[in-house]
């Protein structure tokens, strides 16, 4: 899986990101949305609220709900994958949702629901991660107020070697597999999972290289909103002209 | 969000005790409950095991079953960790399809097992790329009262240390079941410790109330080589880098002390 030049099956050196695009406000019946590429990963996300709660009897006095659905597309994959969720997506619907709300001022917004939907149209190992970054921008498009921004980053262990953001054969051969979600601003780990076999000190390697990642892509995720907001400005000042 | 709601004021007084080290019911922040391991309790399963953790409460039963490999592992046999929240265990469960939480915790024990290879499945395949064993592990929770991912690893290990898996012969093609039962093959001895951030504290074990006034929670699976196997990250909150690695420690050394519990009975 590493060649004798230190390189990894598609290239890229230990600590080195896949190539990443991503897009802000791609979908106009959402309130927020975004869309991501991470090497051959393509994800859409979509925000839908501050609504009314349906069913009301989940409304919380106190602040919104926050749901997530991550759910992948049948042709994302190589064999068709069967639409009902499966077990490891509502476990990931879950880890997700866990990974944003700290983020949230849910407290802003009693009675109400926060819904996120994440789509895998493509996937290429990593997705949870790639899906937690680009919910955050959905979010942050949708203009509910947070704390920081959440981007998310796997590391991992392939042929003894601590690499950055695995993709799919490496997620599938490697010894360890480590995705991460970080808030950069508040220096704080919302989402963690481990599987594989790792030593405490390389578990700490693998955190460390994957919080170095989230924070790359932090700047991409940045540049995107802005982009976003630029593209706006344009054509408001289009319209008074 | 999950079981009672504890009142406001309790889940202050919880985290208030925490931040000064100590805890509403008497423990030191790395002390596990009073742990009770039993094996052996249900005859007509193949392995079963009950954990008391306090007082929460979690079976464990295992089937053996022959089945089909899956494809891409035609020389291993297959298990499945599933989990019940049955509605005498808590006011909280209700009957239906599984929740997220339940899901979670299946996952979670099936990580620890699968990552540190703890069934030998080579040793289970009998025809190869058509008859293998198919292992069932169900978790059965009889009552909840916090901290059910210990409770179950430690319950699910116990369990398959006690299987007896029945001896199968080819005959002309045909599998056929013999009288005999040998040992599961077991190479691995997975254990988790799960540690709550409360008022920026670790807390070892928590029950419920601490679990109502936590913000984070993580487990930490170790294997038999003090090899970390699964992490799993939980609850609505966040956790500094430096309080992970600091759980890591503690969650090596808590691992080692649970698996001796395990491993005599």
């Given amino acids: ?241 | 969000m999950s079981s009672i709601m504890v009142s406001r004021i309790r889940q202050k007084q919880i985290a208030q005790m925490v931040a000064s080290g100590k805890r509403l019911d008497g423990r030191g922040l790395k002390d596990y409950r009073p742990i009770k391991v039993e094996t052996g309790i249900i005859e007509k399963a193949e392995g079963s095991s009950r954990v008391l953790l306090g007082k929460t409460e979690v079976v464990v039963g295992v089937k053996v079953e022959i089945g089909d490999p899956f494809l891409d592992r035609p020389n291993e046999g297959v298990f499945t960790v599933n989990s019940e929240f049955v509605p005498l265990a808590s006011p909280e469960f209700e009957a239906g399809p599984p929740s997220e939480e339940s899901i979670e915790l299946a996952r979670v024990v099936d990580r620890g097992i699968r990552e540190s290879k703890a069934i030998d499945l080579e040793k289970l395949c009998i025809i190869p790329g058509k008859k293998v064993y198919v292992i069932f592990i169900d978790i059965y929770v009889l009552n909840h009262d916090g901290n059910l991912i210990d409770a179950s690893s430690l319950a699910a290990l116990a369990a398959l240390l006690n299987t007896k898996i029945p001896v199968y012969v080819v005959e002309e093609n045909e599998v056929k079941k013999t009288n005999d039962y040998i040992p599961l093959p077991i190479k691995n001895l997975p254990v988790s410790v799960t540690l709550a951030n409360i008022s920026d504290k670790l807390v070892v074990d928590p029950w419920l109330e601490e679990e109502e006034a936590m913000s984070a929670r993580l487990t930490i699976t170790f294997d038999k080589d003090n090899k970390i196997s699964a992490i799993q990250k939980g609850g609505t909150g966040a956790l500094k880098p430096q309080q992970i690695m600091e759980a890591a420690h503690i969650a090596k050394e808590k691992a080692e002390e649970l698996r001796k519990m395990v491993v005599k009975t």
């Fill in chain 1, 1 to 241: 899986m590493i060649n004798e030049n230190g390189l990894r099956v598609d290239g890229r050196k230990p600590n080195e990101l896949r190539l990443i695009k991503m897009e802000v406000g791609v979908l106009s019946n959402a309130d927020g949305s975004a869309y991501i590429e991470q090497g051959k990963n393509k994800i859409l996300a979509a925000v839908y609220g501050p609504r009314e709660v349906h069913p009301r009897h989940l409304a919380l006095p106190d602040r919104a709900l926050l749901r997530c659905r991550y759910h992948m597309a049948p042709f994302s994959v190589e064999e068709r994958k069967s639409p009902a969720p499966s077990r490891r997506e509502i476990e990931l619907s879950k880890v997700i949702k866990e990974a944003l709300e700290p983020a949230i001022f849910l407290e802003k917004f009693p009675r109400t629901s926060i819904d996120i939907f994440i789509e895998v149209l493509q996937a290429d190992g990593g997705t949870r991660c790639a899906g937690t970054t680009v919910a955050a921008l959905a979010l942050a498009d949708a203009g509910v107020p947070m704390r920081d921004l959440v981007v998310a980053c796997a590391a991992g262990k392939v042929d003894g070697v601590i690499v950055l953001d695995l993709n799919d054969i490496e997620d599938k051969e490697g010894e360890a597999d480590v995705p991460v979600a970080y808030m950069p601003n508040l220096g704080l780990i919302s989402l963690l999972q481990m599987d594989g076999s790792l030593t405490i000190e390389e578990f700490n390697q693998s955190l460390n290289l994957a919080m170095d990642g989230c924070k790359q892509i932090y700047k991409f995720q940045k540049e995107a909103l802005k982009a976003r907001y630029v593209t706006i400005k344009e054509e408001v000042e289009e319209c008074l002209r």
